[in-house]
Every structure is written in C-alpha cells, then in structure tokens.
C-alpha cells in the first residue's frame, strides 16, 4: 500500500499522477488505472500489457473502465522527479525536539537503503512528506527523514525552533524545511495567482496583545482567514507583504480590524473590531516586522485610528470627584494619546482604546480631554463622591471627571458584585428604612425604574459612588441606599420580594457591601456605635393592635440602658426595644406612640388583648394607645457576632476596683447555646468555653453602653466605665507586663466587626530619642511579624494617618519601652528595643515628618506609667444610683 493511495479510488482526485509516481517511486515503467481510480503496476507490467488484448471500455477521462486497464508509459525518471521538488529551509532543531517528529524511515519506498549512505535524502523526504499531505519535513544529521502534520510541526518549530543562524553554532541540530509547493495538494500556491490592490491600503497598528488558547475559545471573535482567500492561499511563514494582504482581506469584507500572529498568519472577522477581544494582556512579544510573535497578536484597524473609536462601545457613568485611584496615562500611548489633550479630537474614543490596550474596562475624561484610567478597577468607586459640575461635552472640568465603561454596563458586573452579601428581603414603609436614591443620578437610574435594565447593578453602582455601605432594589427597580449599615432592618424581614432579585411592593432586596462598610467602621456619632450591635436582632412585624390602661403588653421604659432617655426623642427606637427584649428571653416585643418600649415574658399571648387598630403611624413605631407589635424570629445568641474583642493589658487590683461594676447588667444573665467562639480575638490568651461565653457576655453589656473597653476582673467581675479605655495606656499594664501582675485583671477593647481600635482617643506619650540606621538584619523587630500583633499590618503601613501614635499606642499595649518608624510609615517594635535601637549607629537619612527614611529609624521612647490618680468610683448601674450600694462609692487612690 502507497500513502498515496490510500484512500477510496474512485473518490481519489488526480488519480492518474498518484498512480505514476507510485509506480516511479518503485522504479517501474509501466502503470494502469482501472475502473475510475484503481492503480495496478509491477516491475513485469512492461511484459503484461503487450500480451494483453486491446479493450474498448475505457472511458475518456483516462481512469480505464470496469476490468479494463488504461495503461501508461512513463517518461520521467525518479530523479528527474527529484530535482523539480522544491523547499525552503527555516532552521532547525536540536536532537531532542528532532525526535518527536514522527520518522517516516520504513513507511515509504522512496526511503530507500541505510538512511546514511542514502542519495538525495533531502528531496526524498521531502517527496515521502509530500505524498502525505505535510508541507514540512526534519532531515536529521545522519540522513534521517522525520515528518508529520503542518500545523503540528509549524507550531512545535515557533515554540522550540532555531533560526538559521542559531543552526550554524548548534552541535547534532536537524535541518528543518518546507515545501514550496504540493504536487497533491489542490489548495497548494502553486497555481494561484495573487494581485494586491494598485493603490496602497491604509492600515494604523492599535498594539500588540497576547492570546492564549483559552482566551481564543471564550472570545473567538478574531478567527483566521488562512486558505479562504486567494491572498491567503500560501504558507503564511514565507508570505509576501503579509500584512497588506490581511489588510485587503478585511477591508474586503468590510471588517473594521484584523491582526496577525505567529509571523504572518491573518486573523480577523465582523466583530473583530469588539471589546472582548482586547480582554487579555497589552503584551510586548510582537516582532519588529509587524508580523506578531507566538501568541501575540499585533492588532490593526483597516484606515486610520478615528475609524477604530467611533466602533468602541462605551458607557457613561456620570461625573465623579477627583479619584486618587484614577491614573493619568497621557505620556503613556502618545500614539493614541496624541497632541494638548485640551485640542485632542475624539478625544473619549481615543482614551477608550488607551484603556482598552492597558484592560482597564474603566476610563476618565477630566479637564477637557485629560485621559484617566484605574489603577484597579475594584477600587475605583471608593472614596469618590459624585459632582454637578462636568460640562455638557462628556470631558470632564478642572479636578473633575466624567467617567466611562468599555461596553455597557454589565461589564462592570464582576467588580460591582465582589464583596457584595446579599442580606435578604426587609420591609419598608412610607417613612423609609433606607433613603430612595432616585433622582440622584439620572444617567444611572435613567428612565422609568420598573423598566430600567440592570437595576441591581446600576444601584449597586450607585452605592459606591455615594460609598454607602448599603443599597436595596424595591418594587421591581426603585434604587435605596444607606451611609449607616443596618438601618434597613428597623422594619424587619418581609416575604414580598419577587424571585428577580428586585424587591417587591414595601420589600427591599437589600445588599451589602463589604468594601465601603470596613471603610466606614469607626463610628462617626455616639448613634453610630450602635449600629452594628443593634442590627444584631432579627424581627419581623405582627401589625398594629389596640392598647388600654390595662397594658396588654408591660412597658420596659426605665428597665434597660439602651431605655433610659425620653423614647420620643429615641433613635433607633424599634431595634433598642428588640435588643431589651430578646436579652431577657422575651419573644414579642411593641412600640407606641412614637417610641414607647412594651415587652414582657407573655407578650407573644397578650398582645392582640384589645384586637386590632389602624392607629399607628407610617414610621413602624406604633400610635397613640396603639402597638406596632413585633416577632423576634433570630436567636439571641446572634446579637454577640457584632461585637469583637481584643485583649491589650491588665490592671491590678487596686486599679480594677475603681472600674464599674456591669455585674447586674441582664446580658450577663443570657445562656448562650452556640458553639461558635464568636470571633475571640485576644492576642493568644487561651480561654475556656466557660470563660469565653462569660467574656463576650462582658463585652457586650459594655459596648451596648457606648464604653470601648472593660475588665474581668481576677475574681470572674465585669466591669467598664466611659473612661476605661483611656485609663487602659495611662495606668494600665501592657501584655508582656501582665505576668508579673499579681492578681492579673485583664483588659480588653471592644468594638464592631470588622474591628479597629480608637487609637485617636488612645493618647499616648513619646519622646523622640533620634535617627538610627538600621540594616537587612534588623535592629528593632518589624511589629507586624509579632503573633498578637492587634491592629493588622495594612492598618499601620498602608492606611495613612497618626502613623507614629499608632505604633506608640501599639509599643504600649504590649508593653514595650521603645518603638520606632521606618520608610514613612513602617512599626518597628520589640521587647529589647530601648537595648538594640542603636546597633548599627546614628544615621542622617531620616525626612522631617519623624517617620524614618530608607533603613532609617526615627526612635521614639515611651513615657512613664502614672504614678498617681485619685479617681471617685462609678454607679454599678446606670439606671438606678440604689442598685449601687454605698460601700462601693468611695475615693481611692492608684498606685502602680
């Protein structure tokens, strides 16, 4: 069997040629087609055919007939054939890359005799690959003949290949070679007569992109033309004016853009011109000859650059405050970027393909024609604010930025959704859990909401423009948002909202998110340490009933810290009387007449006493004589995940008994079922089960007072007062100093989750000691790298601001006498600082702001402790000065 025929002879096209080299290969003179295709021959058929009678059933395409042989003489030579085969050597490769080739040695007869001492072996193989369709072929050093798929060994020569001048200085390389022309091969460039177009096609490089495989497959929008144009029917490698040629094919067609690859091979197609098609990496592997490199495309427009913008699909976002996380690019493409932005034209388009080259899917236009892009697109709406004043143009003004998406607005869906929690559905009324949010910006909420497209994300948008930590969709669309972050629940869950994920009637699909709330988590207002905790109790409405003399329901106003104020001048009145409620095991609890608190142990039975009203008003908090009556359907044990605790000191015993007692507080009284640890967070002291249930207990009735710290005492007590927090770095012992304690009362700061200490009200006094080098071994330990280290390593380093009372507060909550600051911001901090600070001598790199230079330490040594303080003991509870008892007023004077 010949390779050349081994395929169904009746399908077989140019079957007479085949046939005859078949036959020379083998050094025959005499060959037949029969029946349409079929190739007989032998080295006796010269003998045969004279013997043989004369038949009239040939037909006249010279492919013989049924048992009748079209018989034929050749006149060629094999090595007259062997000198018409025509290759181009590429280069080459080394023996092992040689050998993956698949050797033809033994599957053809033109590889005759020992490969070594064989003649012609080049135009051999090269007729062998031939004949099975290959356009390259491996001669290797010792003659043998390797081939195998084009495309195959195409791709393996532009990954591990040599050039020919790489070849001459290799040892044991194998020439590799392409045929110029395929004597089987019907799309062969033998017989194809290409004509460029006779005047010269305009075409403007956009820049060189990578692509990976998977990026082809999800996008595959640039496709290759190769074979389906007359221009492109040649080897691609070897083509002529390749770049013109892939030109004209777009143009052709009418494809706006197109590019090359792997040094020549044409790409494009009608949407070749789209945005997915730039989502991978600006890359810099292109060749300098225009003609790409492997996996890297070098990108074209068919005309000039203006005819590229006006196909870039983009979409406004509104205008925008000036953003730190905004990158000016204008010296970064100045092929794009052209001439004074303020006279650019087309200067949105051209900033849109800027962006594009550097995948940034967001872009700005500021002062007229100032190009912007993000630094991270996930960053891009915090910490912004919107602005009025954008002129009408879409460019922007001084300081000011009109912002844009590549595509639509649905592009933005992977940054607007990460970090966002969806927190399910809670009702509204009238007077709104959460402001509406339209009319705020109409390119974003354009249009009739319950019709608008991506209402979610456009909400969502919305939100980090306005760096709210909390919107809600309502109603079908209606966009809601808040700065605080739980005020959507003061109404409680509802089961109206729709499957779509956009509310319903009075029901909002509330989301948070968790970006804009951790910038947000210190509290801006005494209301606002709350909010959190508060959020903690989940309610949802029962309706409005009657209410007489005779309470259906007790009133708990004057029986809680949080119920000790006039309630109708009370914020947040409905979930402080959910919270009052639930830690004393109540499971319903009422509002009235505009604040008033009603709960108690039967309140779930009495509640619907006097029936029904239609007496309360459209704030949630009841009427007069009427109860907005609600279920508490979360578990008690949800209001501690809120809170958070760190472990930062001690004080002794003299110290601690001035500190309030909270021990009748009714949190303390709560029995906790979970088995969650409730986010312990205490600089590795170890707790039991026991312990840690009493401890956020602790914490708890302290931070619902509005107190930052508190102390159990060695005895199991709790207590805190408004000031323990303070007293904490002024009279308090730091971490490692707490062993050395007798009678050890350890201290702790509290707050929300996520959570960061008030080191603003933390005040802690320093004194400059001076500026000290320090080297790759350090002088003073980098804090960060501590086990308990409190505050987080971005909090010092990358969150700007009171860097150095940051690192002072930190040296002395551990208990440490020296501290340091590196590099504008780095802590540096150890138990043996005040000891090794100056090992390696003064230095005078340190800038003026007392923050170090590079591997300069600005030293820094941490006051005394207060020797004396004459402090008067606090109410242990707040509500009633006879729960005190008189024994624990007394004045008492700390020592340390």
Not at 157 to 178: D, K, R
Not at 822 to 834: D, I, M, V, Y
Request: hydrophobic fraction near 35%.
């Amino acid at each position: 069997m010949d390779s050349l025929l081994n395929d169904s002879y009746r399908l077989r096209t140019d079957a007479i040629q085949k046939c005859a080299m078949a036959a020379l290969v083998r050094g025959f003179t005499v060959f037949a087609v029969q029946d349409g295709g079929m190739c007989v021959s032998d080295e006796y058929a010269y003998l045969s055919c004279k013997d043989a009678d004369k038949s009239e059933n040939c037909k006249s395409d010279g492919k013989g007939g049924n048992m009748a042989n079209q018989v034929y003489y050749l006149n060629s030579t094999l090595k007259e054939v062997l000198g018409t085969v025509s290759y181009t050597k590429l280069g080459c490769f080394d023996f092992t890359d040689a050998h993956t080739v698949p050797s033809l040695e033994g599957e053809d007869s033109l590889l005759d005799g020992y490969y070594t001492t064989r003649r012609d072996a080049i135009s051999k193989c090269g007729l062998a690959a031939d004949r099975r369709g290959h356009r390259m072929f491996v001669v290797m050093p010792s003659r043998q003949c390797a081939s195998g798929p084009t495309t195959e060994m195409y791709r393996k020569f532009l990954q591990s290949g040599h050039s020919n001048v790489e070849c001459t200085g290799m040892a044991l390389w194998s020439s590799v070679y392409f045929l110029n022309f395929s004597r089987y091969d019907d799309r062969g460039a033998n017989n194809v007569e290409v004509i460029l177009p006779s005047e010269p096609l305009k075409y403007t490089s956009i820049g060189c992109f990578l692509q990976f495989r998977s990026m082809a497959k999800r996008y595959p929008l640039l496709v290759s033309y190769e074979g389906q144009d007359p221009l492109l029917k040649d080897f691609y490698l070897l083509r002529k004016n390749a770049i013109e040629k892939c030109a004209t094919v777009a143009k052709r067609r009418g494809y706006k853009v197109f590019a090359l690859i792997n040094g020549g091979k044409c790409l494009t197609g009608p949407k070749a011109h789209t945005v997915p098609v730039f989502k991978t990496f600006w890359a810099t592997g292109c060749k300098s000859h225009g003609k790409g490199g492997y996996c890297n495309l070098h990108v074209y427009v068919v005309g000039e650059l203006r005819n590229f913008f006006s196909a870039i699909p983009y979409t406004q976002l509104g205008c925008y405050k000036n953003d730190k996380n905004m990158l000016d690019i204008e010296q970064m493409d100045p092929d794009v970027l052209d001439g004074d932005y303020k006279l650019r034209k087309n200067a949105i388009g051209k900033c849109a393909l800027a962006a594009i080259k550097r995948r940034s899917e967001v872009f700005a236009i500021q002062d007229g024609g100032k190009c912007l892009i993000t630094r991270n697109s996930y960053e891009v709406f915090d910490e912004i604010g919107i602005s009025q004043d954008c002129k009408s143009d879409g460019k922007g003004g001084p300081g000011i930025s009109n912002a844009y998406v590549i595509g639509k607005i649905s592009e933005l869906r992977s940054m607007l959704t990460i970090n966002i929690l969806n927190e399910g559905c809670y009702k509204d009324l009238p007077i709104r859990a959460m402001e509406s949010l339209e009319g705020k910006d109409p390119i974003l909420l354009d249009g009739n909401y319950a019709s608008r497209d991506e209402a979610v994300l456009k909400c969502l948008l919305l939100g980090r423009k306005l760096g709210y930590a909390v919107v809600g969709v309502q109603d079908g669309g209606m966009c809601v948002g808040s700065a605080k972050v739980k005020t959507y629940k003061k109404y409680g869950v509802s089961h109206d909202c729709r499957g779509d994920r956009k509310g319903g009637p009075w029901a909002s699909e509330v989301y948070l998110s968790l970006t804009n709330h951790i910038t947000d988590v210190v509290p801006s207002t005494s209301n606002d340490l709350f909010t959190d905790f508060l959020a903690g109790v989940t309610y949802e409405s029962k309706g409005c009933y009657k209410d007489q003399e005779a309470r259906a329901i007790s009133s708990l106003e004057g029986k809680d810290v949080l119920l000790s104020d006039s309630y109708t001048e009370r914020e947040d009145a409905i979930q402080k009387c959910a919270v009052a409620a639930i830690i004393r095991g109540y499971k319903t609890f009422g509002i009235q007449n505009g604040g008033m608190c009603v709960s108690g142990p039967n309140a779930h039975q009495t509640y619907s006493k006097y029936g029904e009203s239609m007496d309360c008003k459209n704030d949630g908090e009841g009427g007069p004589w009427a109860n907005q009556v609600y279920n508490l359907v979360g578990r008690v044990d949800d209001i501690f995940e809120s809170v958070q605790r760190l472990h930062v000191g001690c004080f002794d015993d003299m110290q601690a008994q001035r500190i309030p007692s909270l021990m009748q507080d009714p949190v303390l009284n709560i029995t906790i079922t979970s088995d969650t640890d409730f986010g312990e967070s205490v600089a590795g002291l170890k707790l039991s089960q026991q312990e840690n249930r009493f401890n956020v207990k602790c914490a708890l009735a302290t931070w619902r007072r509005g107190h930052k710290a508190y102390v159990v005492t060695a005895d199991g007590q709790c207590a805190s007062g408004p000031d323990t927090h303070t007293n904490i770095v002024k009279f308090g012992y730091g971490l490692e100093e707490c062993s050395t304690v007798p009678a050890n009362n350890k201290a702790y700061l509290v707050g929300p989750s996520p959570f960061i200490p008030p080191y603003e009200e933390l005040h802690v006094e320093y004194e400059s000691v001076g500026c000290y080098e320090d080297r790759g071994e350090r002088a003073i330990e980098n804090a960060a790298s501590l086990e308990y280290y409190p505050f987080g390593y971005s909090i010092y380093y990358f969150m700007k601001g009171n860097e150095i009372q940051k690192c002072a507060l930190f040296a002395k909550l551990v208990g440490y006498k020296v501290f340091a600051i590196q590099n504008g911001g780095e802590c540096l901090t150890s138990a043996t600082a005040h000891k090794t600070y100056s090992k390696y001598g003064e230095s005078q790199v340190c800038k003026g702001d007392g923050k170090g230079g590079p591997f300069a330490n600005q030293v820094y040594r941490l006051s005394e402790r207060k020797e004396t303080s004459t402090l008067m003991r606090a109410c242990a509870n707040e509500l009633s000065n006879s729960l005190c008892g008189s024994s624990l007023q007394r004045k008492m004077e700390i020592t340390s």
